[in-house]
């Protein structure tokens, strides 16, 4: 009875580190080109405590989710001390620059034409609900949860908790 119970407890402990977040701090290139960047005020800020990264694959998915509809000008205001960080894959900078300025989009991001971010963190072993976009808080570098950046509300809501538990 006893090896089953300590059976027990050491599986229970094994999937659950198993499952838990990865600890490894996410790899952040920062040195791809920089695009729709306004001002030198428009820097990234690679060693910010707190950061927002999104992937997107702008050749199979459209920049929907950058439009102001998502709410993004806001997200600037009300959080200055996050470090927002986009890294856009896809073969066409000029289309990247473009969709981007006519979106109004309020922040610099990165041209990924190699994939490397998504490479670099392996996303391809990321389970998500669409490949071509991947977002996530992270807190010092280490990712801590995904980042729901399509909700509005809830993203907002979302980033306060997270910048309450520093």
């Not at 838990?20 to 080109?33: G, H, N, Q, V």
């Not at 509809?69 to 806001?74: G, L, P, S, T, V």
């Amino acid at each position: 009875m006893k090896k089953s119970v300590i059976l027990g407890c050491f599986i229970s402990l094994s999937l659950s580190l198993a499952c838990s977040p990865r600890l490894e701090k996410m790899s952040l290139p920062a040195d791809l080109e920089l695009v729709n960047q306004g001002s030198e005020q428009d820097s990234v800020c690679i060693s910010c405590s707190h950061q927002v990264v999104v992937f997107h694959d702008f050749d199979k998915s459209s920049f929907f989710v950058f439009s102001s509809k998502f709410r993004w000008a806001e997200f600037r205001e009300e959080f200055p001390e996050v470090g927002f960080l986009f890294y856009f894959s896809g073969e066409d900078r000029n289309k990247l620059v473009h969709e981007l300025k006519e979106l109004d989009f309020p922040f610099p991001a990165f041209h990924d034409p190699d994939f490397r971010f998504y490479h670099a963190n392996q996303l391809d072993t990321v389970t998500a609900k669409y490949d071509v976009l991947h977002s996530f808080h992270l807190k010092e570098g280490n990712p801590i949860k995904r980042a729901e950046i399509g909700l509005g509300q809830q993203f907002i809501e979302e980033l306060e908790l997270v910048l309450a538990k520093k």
